[in-house]
């Protein structure tokens, strides 16, 4: 038994793109930030930091969407969404992972911290457009990478697409410029992923 605990807008959405690339069954649990479901002991017992994503792979329980992705990929995707181990691809594959982690990710979820997810004492306006600006050079790093290849990692779809692409996601949302050409086109490319979409519905009907 599979179940995701996640929420609309969130890095949960990594998770249950990743099960529909998968077609593998799981239960959806919807967390509700504004009532403080993230705070209830039932919650807190799985992830004592409150946030999601949290999944449950029968009595095994996971946090953190990078690990969950590729720990799904290694489990049920038969090589497909990941590279083989210790090969030169894998290698690549944890460094786009890490990538948009560390880089693509971190400037627009600072952004965010500072617009409405600290309390307000703890927000600087400033940071704001230091976030926007670390962003695009993180985004000039990864069309030079992408080139001229449909998928970070060449011609197949992988994980690390999924983190990316996510990512760029939340881009959008905040209303930040995407002009390389390459990087419009990889972006369409993965949305337009049937697994995606189901994913979207799935969380959005939740």
Known sequence: MITVYGAPHSRSMRITWMLEELQLAYEFVPIDFGKGEHRSESFLALNSAGKVPVIKLDDFVMT???AIVSHLAELYSNGQLIPAAASEQK????QWCYFA???LEQPLWTMAKHR???AKERRVAAVIDTGAWEFQQALALLSAGLAEKPYILGDDFSAAD???AHTL?????FQQPLAADNIQDYLQRCKQRPAFNRAVQK????
Not at 91 to 94: F, G, I, N, S
Not at 169 to 173: M, N, R
Not at 203 to 206: I, Y
């Open 116 to 118: 409405f997810a600290l």
């Open 169 to 173: 996601l939340w881009a959008e949302a």
């Open 162 to 164: 999924i983190l990316i």
């Open 91 to 94: 290698a690549r594959y944890q």
């Open 64 to 66: 953190e969407s990078a």
């Open 203 to 206: 969380e959005t009907v939740t």
């Open 101 to 103: 982690l560390c880089e």
